[in-house]
């Protein structure tokens, strides 16, 4: 593993810049799918991944025609942005029973592909009640992932993000202002799989947080700990021999990581495939004696 220490760097996102980036639903898992396809090539876990790839497409398929939802109203938007909360929350924002549906749904498609093991877990969550399901909605999007449904998670996770992709792309971007937290998704709270520096046009060099579960993406500055903010003990860590696509970034004031995709090195990187494809990197910096700052929502450790 190489590691390169780095100095805190204040480039911000202003003026016309961008905070939010709101993502394009109508490409977003489509794309995935396809980068999860692509990474499966050669990979040692070629038949996990492509299994994922599927996943990813039933997400695009489902969100295509997702069910229009109430979003919060003015009056509750104002309020939730005068006292730094997120407007759609994962945890207190109503959830409209619809997303069971999806996840039903979810679960028929992928029976005929999915592998014997996760072929059960599909087939037991098209058995339990609502009440069973909703408990399990419930630990995913406090972010706990032990207890004895712990395999149903990625599937339940990813009918939520369907769900929660839905909401935040008829948000109006005047109405979210960003959290105290800057490590915390603006629209929903929930914490960023992966961040991403982009380069696209302006907004080239800037680092994006990426949402685990909305898919949303929140600027901040680059060489600074999602988790703590601390910015002046910071170090990224690749493997040997890779291209330096995926970087964990780690901090030595939390001991935590985040890794960070570099779309100059593969302008086709997507946070949740690409930070499954390089588990590898998570097994070094662990070992390193970092602790991943946030879970991806497709795997159960
Ligand atoms: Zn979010
Ligand atoms: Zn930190």
Same mark, same amino acid.
């Given at each position: 593993m190489t590691t390169e220490a780095i100095r805190h760097d204040h480039t911000q996102a202003s003026g016309t810049l961008p905070f939010l980036r709101f993502p394009d639903p109508a490409r977003l898992f489509l794309e995935r799918s396809r980068r999860f396809a692509a990474l499966a090539e050669g990979h040692s876990l070629a038949d996990w991944l492509l299994f994922l790839g599927r996943l990813t497409l039933a997400q695009h398929e489902l969100l295509q025609a997702y069910p229009s939802l109430p979003l919060p109203d003015e009056a509750a938007l104002s309020f939730f942005r005068n006292h730094g909360l997120?407007? @759609?929350?994962?945890?207190?924002w109503p959830r409209d029973p619809c997303w069971r549906e999806a996840l039903n749904s979810l679960a028929q498609t992928l029976m005929a592909h999915a592998p014997s093991p996760a072929q059960e877990t599909l087939k037991r969550i098209r058995t339990m009640d609502g009440a069973a399901l909703e408990a399990i909605a419930d630990q995913v999007l406090r972010g706990e992932f032990g207890g004895p449904d712990r395999d149903s998670i990625p599937f339940v996770a990813a009918a939520l993000q369907v769900h929660w992709t839905s909401l935040a792309v008829e948000l109006?971007?005047?109405a979210v202002a960003p959290l105290?937290?800057?490590?915390?998704?603006? =629209? =929903?709270g929930f914490l960023p799989v992966a961040g991403i520096v982009r380069m696209d046009g302006? @907004?080239?060099k800037l680092r994006y947080l990426h949402c685990g579960l909305c898919n949303t993406e929140w600027h901040l500055e680059r060489v600074t700990c999602a988790a703590c903010r601390e910015g002046n003990r910071i170090a990224y860590r690749y493997l040997d021999g =890779?291209?330096?696509?995926v970087r964990a970034e780690t901090c030595d004031g939390c001991k935590r990581y985040l890794k960070i995709l570099y779309r100059e090195k593969a302008p086709e990187a997507d946070p949740v495939a690409d930070d499954l494809a390089t588990l590898a990197l998570d097994l070094l910096v662990d070992e390193a004696g970092y602790d991943r700052m946030s879970p991806n929502l497709l795997f159960v450790p």
């Open positions: 997120p407007p @759609i929350s994962a945890t207190a109006d971007p005047r105290d937290t800057p490590g915390l998704c603006p =629209c =929903c302006e @907004i080239a =890779c291209d330096g696509t």
